[in-house]
């Protein structure tokens, strides 16, 4: 990432030729200019809806800022060498959020969603601070990777035992209070696939029965990562929550693809979805429904029964054109309650545009493409997975939602990364940033990565290079 490295980086071996090179003036200045932005569009909203400026935009502004500057002075002292990107671009996205959710809620006064999204970007901001301060290492994650596949089962069963909410069964209520635990075993399960394929990646490469041009791995090797990912996908199916279940199978692939280097699994993973997605489809009411729906959006209003959700979105894209309505100016309330989460892209399309929407595209692929990038240069299997892993976890989230109110597949309820309303979605994003910025810490120190006692271990090849 920085400096200049000898030939031999692909063995894991490399030092740097001149020092690392810290950059944290220009993750400061990107801070700067991304509060700034968030600040305009507050202002921007308040003049539009009410022709003035919102009498709380200079505090929230000093709180954004606040957290700003005490993330980047934390990042400063425990990771100085980390990519400069990743904290500036959760820090824009979320800030969006923020405009986006209170411009809605100035339309549906009873029913105000920015106070609570601010608390849970909060707590996500304090949980990003105690990883990058509290996680001397993210090596130590290997040595907890069955302990964080139990927790991630259990996260994804509890809510079974719920009230479904809009026909799924994903969420816990305590009065008030909300939580959506498949949001947390997200991270989870990418660090049990990571510390598993990487512990058993040349037994999934060399071994095995041919089957024409390709070799399956034995039951003894693949057999416990794909029990855990049928159970996983079993859970969902019953939860109804098959966005999250789609998550997991691309997340599952991708590491299965980037461990093995075989793009067999990429084929087999696409046969897989597209039989899965044809059964569940056929035979779960609820996902036949929303099939119906994203085959025929215009069919309510054929039948005289108004624009469904799907088809008020196109329309709210259509009307925003390429440079948009404005803040504050579009009509996307119109979507329903989902407009707040899953529909959000849909307000962004139409205040924003084509142009804004590009915008925010470019940040999402920017923090995925720093992410992967990370994972090339670090010199451990492991890291490489799990930065792979958590760089597309926000790919494949983006994509499920963005094709999902666009009309490119069906709905799947979702919440779009940093920007939806969803507490449980922005902390755990806040957590997928701190990761990512201590391994791209130790990705710009290579000569200093030391071994771990254990870790190794437990990977069996921690130093090795090969090409995961």
């Known amino acids: 990432m920085t400096g200049t490295r000898t030939a031999d980086a692909g063995a894991g071996l490399s030092a740097h030729a ?47 800022a606040g957290l700003a500057l005490l993330a980047h002075l934390v990042v400063r002292l425990r990771a100085p060498y980390a990519d400069p990107l990743p904290l500036p671009i959760g820090v824009l996205l979320n800030g969006i959020g923020l405009v986006l959710i209170y411009r809605l809620d100035l339309q549906t006064p009873g029913d105000r969603a920015a106070p609570a999204q601010l608390v849970w970007s909060m707590t996500g901001f304090a949980l990003f601070l105690a990883v990058v301060a509290l996680l001397p290492d993210y090596r130590l994650l290997q040595r907890f990777a069955y302990v964080a596949m139990v927790a991630a089962l259990v996260l994804m069963i509890v809510p079974i035992f719920f009230p479904a909410v809009n026909g799924a069964r994903i969420w816990l209520r305590f009065g008030d209070f909300s939580l959506q635990p498949g949001e947390f075993a997200k991270v989870l399960l990418a660090v049990f696939f990571a510390s598993y ?50 998550l997991f199978f691309g997340l599952f692939v991708v590491l299965l693809y980037v461990a093995t280097g075989r793009t067999g699994w990429i084929a087999a993973g696409l046969v897989l979805a597209s039989l899965g997605a044809w059964a569940v489809g056929t035979l779960e009411p609820h996902v036949h429904q929303r099939v119906e729906d994203w085959l025929h959006p215009f069919a309510s209003i054929n039948a005289g029964e108004g624009p469904g959700q799907l088809a008020q979105s196109l329309f709210a894209f259509a009307a925003g054109g390429f440079t948009g309505t404005g803040l504050g100016a579009g009509h996307s309330i119109l979507i ?22 590009t915008a925010l595209f470019l940040l999402y692929a920017l923090l995925v493409a720093r992410g992967f990038r990370t994972g090339l240069e670090l010199p451990d299997t492991f890291g490489r997975l799990l930065a ?81």
């Open 197 to 246: 394929l990487a512990a058993n990646r040349e037994a999934l490469r060399h071994t095995g029965r041919r089957l024409l041009w390709t070799r399956l791995p034995s039951a003894r090797v693949i057999g416990p990562v794909l029990t855990v990912w049928l159970l996983s996908v079993g859970v969902l199916v019953l939860e109804r929550d098959l966005g999250t279940s789609l």
């Open 18 to 64: 001149v020092p690392p090179v810290r950059r944290r003036g220009v993750e400061l200045g990107l801070l700067v200019l991304a509060v700034g932005l968030v600040l305009l569009g507050y202002v921007a909203v308040g003049l539009t809806r009410e022709d003035r400026v919102p009498p709380d935009a200079l505090r929230n502004l000093a709180g954004l």
């Open 336 to 357: 329903g309650f989902a407009t707040k989460s899953d529909f959000i892209l849909a307000t962004a399309g139409e205040e924003l545009g084509l142009a804004g929407l």
């Open 388 to 468: 792979t892993g958590l760089a597309s976890i926000v790919a494949l989230q983006v994509f499920v939602i963005a094709g999902g109110v666009t009309g490119l597949i069906p709905l799947t309820g979702m919440a779009m990364p940093f920007l939806a309303q969803g507490g449980s979605s922005v902390v755990t994003n806040w957590v997928i940033v701190a990761l990512l910025l201590l391994m791209s810490d130790r990705a710009a120190r290579l000569g200093d990565v030391p071994s771990l006692p254990g870790a190794t271990a437990w990977a069996g090849d921690a130093r090795d290079g090969g090409g995961a």
